[in-house]
């Protein structure tokens, strides 16, 4: 294992001993808060230019719903948590364990949030997803062929999210989470990886 393979290792054990140091936690929003700015926060340390923001988009009267994770253009306007959504990059949510529900509600969100700007990225970062790496991919419309063990290309007619740009999971098993098993479903790419720090590149770089 190379130095920069090493550090992608070290940035998803960290973050999937956060996700089990605070396992323990009874209260549910007390425990997803802790993470959210935890992930906030980790953001913010590997890159110190990158805000990373929470809050709401709006534009006119329209409002939407409550963005855990929000990156804005440079310069733009910051009022109460409330930002416009034209000003708006990045739209994230973060979950603990991510469901079919969770997926088709972001993509929903995500509908609405392209019919005020087509230019905006939504997409999800999730701790683990109730379902596997491969129906994650199933759903959007990406199969895994095992005559070549590898993902087809996607299909946009069997994709069930198409408005949802991107899926990072740390994808942590807890009977094994010191080595998580992270992947990141990029639809930019048109593949996927396990490159943490790629997920962090991508974004910037598309800023």
């Known amino acids: 294992m190379g130095v920069i393979e090493e550090q992608h290792a070290y940035y998803e054990r960290l973050l999937s001993l956060q996700f089990m140091a605070s396992e323990q936690i009874k209260h549910g929003v007390t425990k997803g808060t802790l993470r959210e700015n935890f992930i906030k926060e980790w953001f913010q340390t590997?890159?110190?230019?990158y805000e990373a923001l929470e809050g709401i988009l709006s534009k006119g009267s329209w409002q939407s719903t409550q963005g855990d994770f929000i990156k804005l253009r440079p310069n733009s306007i910051q009022l109460n948590k409330i930002y416009q959504v034209e000003d708006c990059l990045i739209f994230m949510e973060i979950k603990s364990n991510a469901t079919r529900k969770h997926f088709e509600y972001l993509n929903t969100i995500a509908t609405e949030l392209k019919r005020k700007n087509d230019e905006i990225l939504v997409g999800i970062f999730c701790y683990t997803t109730s379902s596997s790496k491969k129906t994650i991919f199933k759903?959007?419309?990406?199969?895994?062929?095992k005559t070549i063990d590898a993902f087809n290309n996607h299909n946009i007619e069997l994709d069930l999210f198409p408005e949802i740009d991107y899926c990072f999971?740390?994808?942590?098993?807890k009977k094994n989470y010191i080595n998580p098993k992270a992947y990141f479903l990029n639809r930019e790419?048109?593949?996927?990886?396990?490159?943490?720090l790629l997920f962090l590149k991508v974004n910037t770089e598309l800023l």
């Open 46 to 49: 590997v890159l110190p230019s």
């Open 169 to 173: 999971s740390l994808n942590v098993d």
């Open 189 to 196: 790419k048109g593949k996927e990886t396990k490159v943490l």
């Open 139 to 145: 759903n959007f419309g990406i199969y895994y062929d």
